[in-house]
């Protein structure tokens, strides 16, 4: 037998060993230089380098000083050994405690070796300001820059012609909508765009312009005015995820191409409060901003998930809704503060609707989201739900609170969906619990409902924890009596 057979991994090329290497952390590869003189410096060969220096369980910890020179040293002494070689993917993470003198010379040294994949998760005390050359590299494909409370960036010049994909976290664009606008200028063939944790607070109005985009998510934070103006000309959007304040107007909404929206909108803290209060004592309020041209904009949509905040939203800051045509997927977010005010109209404007998926189902009671629910005893009422198309039902989070009197509720709720949804096809619960017979019991309780919209209608209660399931079509339990 030759060494070769005994040692199949030595046997095997240097740079196919790097591209096995390159799998791993930069730190983790490093371990392999004590097998023998031959692996002393194929770690630094690799063309994937990852640092990374933070505390894996408090992060805003700063490193001791041992460790910080020790973390420069090795930065430095890899990027030497690697001479000019080329670099594929640099990732640097690193919090408090090492210096901007350090950090600069090695971004730069990455985009020199033509980088096409860069990843900077670094502490705003560690760098402030970020090297301009990061915004002007021609070999840039992939941009990834975080985390929370981000380094700010003044853009002077924008060129980077083959970025396909740009995720920036809690970033602050110095000059504003006019950085911003530069900056997408800048990009010719971005595909998808992640902004999270925005801070437009001083900009009056926003504008997202781009032919070739397919993914956008603009997450703005939270803060006590809303924009006066948002726009998107994206008319090659598949995908599109929103969260912001409410604004006053958004004149142009082109997602010619939208399949999937997430919409997170609110108001203000103190427009929550004002139109609550108004609510409760039967008052007009103003509305702050109209939804309404949002919605049209996204009204071919295919999948859509609306939050609690949305919701709210609607009801307050929503001249109508439109028809969503398109729209097969509905996913609502609920929360125990606020109501389903909104839900009656928007499930009346959904014709095609197949799959609805609730993300909890307590809400506060109001009178005013009786068509769909039972909050105010209205059994006997009208309700959009015995016209509705949905064929599939999902309820997450189901038993969530862990008390009877909610689990009560809980369940008269989906007894409701049960006796008026005369298309339902599959209802899915998704309980949460770590007791089997919790799931026989919800099974049992359900499947003897007297009188069901949909006798073809079956039901199963999942528990992830048990990695069990209790399913039964409804119409055996009817015809022969059964329960689980």
Not at 121 to 126: D, I, K, M, N, Y
Not at 314 to 343: D, R
Not at 428 to 439: A, C, G
Request: proline share 5%; aromatic share 8%; glycine share 4%.
């Amino acid at each position: 037998m030759d060494d070769c057979s005994k040692d199949v991994i030595n046997c095997l090329p240097d740079n196919l060993l790097c591209q096995i290497l390159s799998n791993l952390s930069t730190k983790e590869a490093a371990l392999t230089s004590l097998l023998s003189k031959r692996w002393r410096y194929l770690f630094a060969l690799v063309p994937n380098l990852d640092f990374d220096v933070l505390p894996s369980l408090h992060p805003e910890i700063a490193i001791q000083d041992q460790d910080q020179t020790s973390f420069i040293d090795f930065v430095d002494r890899v990027l030497k050994l690697r001479g000019n070689d080329h670099i594929n993917k640099f990732s640097l993470k690193c919090g408090h405690g090492i210096e901007d003198e350090d950090v600069f010379p090695w971004i730069l040294n990455a985009l020199r070796h033509g980088v096409s994949d860069l990843s900077l998760h670094v502490s705003p005390s560690l760098v402030y300001w970020l090297p301009s050359k990061v915004f002007a590299s021609k070999t840039l494909v992939r941009l990834k820059i975080g985390p929370k409370d981000g380094p700010r960036v003044k853009l002077r010049n924008v060129c980077l012609p083959k970025l396909k994909t740009l995720n920036l976290d809690s970033v602050v664009f110095e000059e504003g909508k006019i950085g911003f606008a530069k900056l997408l200028s800048g990009c010719p063939v971005l595909e998808e765009l992640a902004l999270l944790n925005l801070a437009w607070d001083r900009w009056d109005s926003c504008s997202v312009s781009s032919k070739l985009l397919k993914r956008l998510t603009l997450c703005c934070a939270h803060y006590k005015k809303n924009p006066k103006s948002v726009s998107f000309d994206t008319p090659n959007v598949v995908y599109f995820e929103y969260s912001d304040n409410i604004a006053h107007k958004y004149p142009k909404m082109n997602f010619g191409s939208l399949v999937e929206a997430s919409i997170g909108i609110r108001m203000t803290n103190d427009q929550k409060a004002n139109a609550r209060y108004v609510s409760d004592v039967d008052e007009e309020t103003k509305m702050v901003g109209n939804a309404t041209d949002l919605l049209m904009g996204i009204c071919n949509v295919k999948t859509l998930y609306l939050s609690y905040d949305t919701l709210e939203t609607l009801y307050f800051c929503c001249q109508a809704i439109p028809v969503f045509n398109n729209l097969t997927h509905l996913t609502i977010e609920s929360h125990p503060e606020l109501g389903w005010e909104s839900l009656p109209n928007l499930l009346k404007s959904c014709p095609n609707l197949e799959t609805l998926v609730f993300q909890g189902l307590l809400h506060k009671a109001t009178y005013r989201c009786g068509d769909v629910c039972l909050c105010q005893g209205l059994e006997n009422s009208p309700s959009c739900l015995s016209s509705s198309p949905v064929k599939f039902l999902k309820i997450l989070k189901f038993g969530e609170t862990n008390v009877d009197d909610d689990m009560e509720i809980e369940m008269e709720q989906i007894k409701n969906f049960l006796e008026k949804m005369p298309n339902l096809e599959q209802l899915m619960i998704y309980y949460n619990t770590s007791i089997e017979n919790d799931l026989v019991e919800v099974s049992s309780q359900l499947q003897m409902v007297p009188a069901v919209a949909s006798l073809k209608c079956k039901i199963q209660v999942i528990s992830d924890n048990l990695s069990l399931s209790s399913t039964l079509p409804i119409s055996l339990s009817m015809k022969y009596g059964l329960h689980l």
